[in-house]
């Protein structure tokens, strides 16, 4: 069964850091993109980010400008998103996804882990 798991959400200021951590079991990961989508109160879940199974290949959302950073470790079964430079409407619950059909389209999702910038 496969499963992924997010840890290192929380509470943060405006301008401040946090990283993401997305460990999967029940799969190996090297074979497949990985990606973080976000869902904020009221809103529809968006596309964050993604990273091809290499590692070499990497895109984000327009509207991050450069903030964020997805990275993966395929020793380790685990995809990373640093988010630097956070702001209030960065608050959302950020899930880690694997094998992408579409940016909004995935194979396997995790439960989820909540961001919280307060201003």
């Known amino acids: 069964q496969v499963q992924l798991r997010e840890s290192g959400g929380g509470l943060v200021q405006t301008g401040g850091s946090l990283r993401l951590s997305c460990a999967a079991s029940?799969?190996?990961?090297?074979?497949?993109?990985m990606g973080w989508l976000r869902q904020a109160p009221g809103k529809e879940r968006e596309f964050v980010a993604a990273?091809?199974?290499?590692?070499?290949?990497?895109y984000y959302a327009d509207f991050l400008k450069g903030r964020f950073t997805i990275s993966r470790d395929n020793a380790k079964n685990t995809a990373y998103l640093q988010m630097n430079g956070l702001k209030p409407e960065d608050t959302a619950v950020y899930y880690c996804?694997?094998?992408?059909?579409?940016?909004?389209?995935?194979?396997?999702w995790g439960q989820g882990t909540q961001v919280t910038v307060s201003s």
């Open positions: 029940g799969v190996t990961t090297s074979t497949y993109t």
């Open positions: 996804a694997l094998d992408r059909f579409t940016d909004s389209r995935w194979r396997y």
């Open positions: 990273v091809s199974w290499s590692g070499d290949h990497k």
